[in-house]
């Protein structure tokens, strides 16, 4: 086990781990969920969830350990953290502002955008603020008629994993952006009703991780 998953950092305190117990018999970590790395076979470190039971046949001790890869829990509490204590001290304008730069941040991808509807008929969009290429982007308005923030007003989630300048070919936007790929959530009011847009763009295809559900 030591030799096969265990980072050389941690092989020591393994290996006397595992003395302690056959020399005393002490189980302080036998049975316990314990959250350490492991090794992948090209030599990579990557999170996992640890619990390691003795086995006793006669005079004989075997250990059972059960290995359970959080990578994609890690990647998401990690996002979600990045969010959070990003925009945690944040009122208003600046709220605005930090939560698309963060949004950004903490999914990796190029641009975050917060908007409101607008319109006697609610068929325009202003953003409250956008991010985009490591910046605050200047605020613009926009017709949704063709865009696929047209679509989360009706159907409150929306997600093109790739090509969705083929699926809005008069979506002039997506193309001066390079959009490849959009995710984006409809910001309900207290009369039910949609009034705003959250949105995640890129100008590669997405991946779906369940941070990203998560958060949008």
């Known amino acids: 086990l030591a030799e096969t998953i265990v980072p050389l950092n941690h092989r020591a305190a393994h290996r006397q ?32 969830e640890l619990s390691v039971s003795p086995l006793r046949l006669g005079n004989q001790v075997s250990f059972c350990g059960f290995i359970r890869d959080i990578t994609e829990r890690k990647r998401t509490e990690n996002a979600l953290r990045i969010v959070v204590e990003g925009t945690a001290r944040d009122t208003g304008e600046d709220f605005s502002e930090s939560l698309v730069r963060h949004l950004a941040a903490g999914l990796g991808f190029q641009y975050a955008a917060l908007a409101k509807l607008v319109g006697d008929e609610n068929n325009r969009a202003q953003t409250i603020a956008i991010w985009g290429d490591n910046r605050l982007v200047e605020n613009f308005a926009y017709d949704l008629a063709g865009t696929p923030c047209e679509d989360i007003v009706v159907k409150s989630h929306c997600y093109y994993p790739e090509q969705v300048q083929k699926l809005f070919p008069n979506d002039q936007l997506l193309r001066e952006m390079g959009v490849e790929s959009y995710m984006g959530q409809s910001i309900i009011g207290f009369d039910g009703k949609v009034i705003g847009i959250l949105s995640i763009l890129d100008q590669h295809a997405m991946t779906p991780r369940p941070e990203m559900t998560l958060i949008l």
């Open 17 to 48: 781990g595992m003395q302690r117990f056959l020399a005393t018999g002490e189980e302080s970590v036998m049975n316990m969920r314990m959250e350490l790395t492991a090794l992948r076979r090209d030599g990579r470190e990557f999170p996992i």
